[in-house]
């Protein structure tokens, strides 16, 4: 979908994405902010393939290298995919720019990991692109998927003074 790609490109494409949430309150919860691409990386297990949706700029793939034969990253974000490759490219992570409302371009029961972190709010045919992850997915594969928690504790604080959460445009 071309309409998908351009608003990801506009919202997330060549610029990084900014930190909106304030350093005073960051601080604060330090012990409570966990990092989400640490956090899904102790659920993982060592296994053949890896395929990350919502690559991004890389980092997680790369982090998870050593762990998997296969480390395949997919986004929608030509300008993300371009920067993944020329920053972890050597590191034998292959980096794909893909649509999730289009049907995933791998053979059946690829991949014996797959994770989604914070993509499915971007996807307008959810059941087609689960679907999908399931075909892909090997038989006792496992899938990890992280959604946007609006009632997260600094998104509540910052509702008192007003500012509003947003998960897409």
Known sequence: MKLTRDMMNATYGSVAVSQTTSKLLLWLFRHFNVSRNNFVSTLLQPGQALL???????????????????????DISSDRIQHAREQYGNMQCQFLQHDFNDPLPFADHSFDVITSMAVVDWVYDLTGCLQEVYRVLQL?????????????????IKLLFGIYPSVST
Request: with cysteine; hydrophobic share 40%.
């Open 52 to 74: 990350d949706l919502g690559s991004g700029d890389g980092s997680f793939c790369a982090a998870n290298r050593g762990n998997f034969n296969r480390v395949v990253g997919l």
């Open 140 to 156: 006792n594969g496992r899938f990890v998927l992280e959604v946007n928690n609006l009632g997260y504790f600094v998104r509540r």
